[in-house]
């Protein structure tokens, strides 16, 4: 039996039960007749927070989009605009947000697992996987913390964005949800 490339648990069908991972994406044929329900592999995307990063100074931080979709969180990688404000000012700094909403609108016309393999950084996150969701915020900013078996990942995000996240959260987290 084949062996999940994210986790190296044993593969059952199309995705990986330690870790979720999408192994593969089923052809229509199989899609019909698996007896893992086709819908998981087209799950629909209903919100997104944008803007948010992750990483411990501007510098480090990555650019994220935390897209929620009927089944999972994806978090796509937007770019690193804390370094391009440091080592290039202003002018980089815009030039990096030009490029991020480009990006943003190329994601768009793609489907979740697109979306999940357009960048190495990607990652999902099934709804069954998650085990706290943390929404918190700050006098700038606001945040989102997920808890994994695996790990625990926090974002920042505009705090004009917190109203979005705590309904997304609440409508596919509801029980998980703790509000600091």
Known sequence: MAQ????????HDYYCYACGAVAREPTVKESKGS?????FFFDTIV???????SGATNITAKDWDIIFTD???????TGSSGKALFFGGFLAYAASK?????????????????ILKSHEDNFDM???S?????????VFLANITFTTDAKTIKFGFPKAQLQNAMALA??????KVIRK
């Not at 999940?4 to 593969?11: F, R, S, T, V, Y």
């Not at 007896?35 to 819908?39: L, T």
């Not at 919100?47 to 990063?53: H, S």
């Not at 909403?101 to 979740?112: T, V």
């Open 35 to 39: 007896a893992i329900s086709a819908s």
């Open 170 to 175: 609440y409508k596919y987290l509801h029980e």
């Open 4 to 11: 999940c490339l994210k986790c190296g648990a044993e593969l």
């Open 98 to 114: 030009a490029s991020q909403n480009q990006l943003r609108a190329d994601l768009a016309a793609l489907s979740p697992n697109q």
């Open 126 to 128: 099934l709804y069954s």
């Open 71 to 77: 089944k999972r969180v994806i978090a796509a990688r």
């Open 47 to 53: 919100g997104a927070i944008t803007e948010a990063q």
């Open 130 to 138: 998650i085990k706290s969701v943390k929404l918190g915020s700050g």
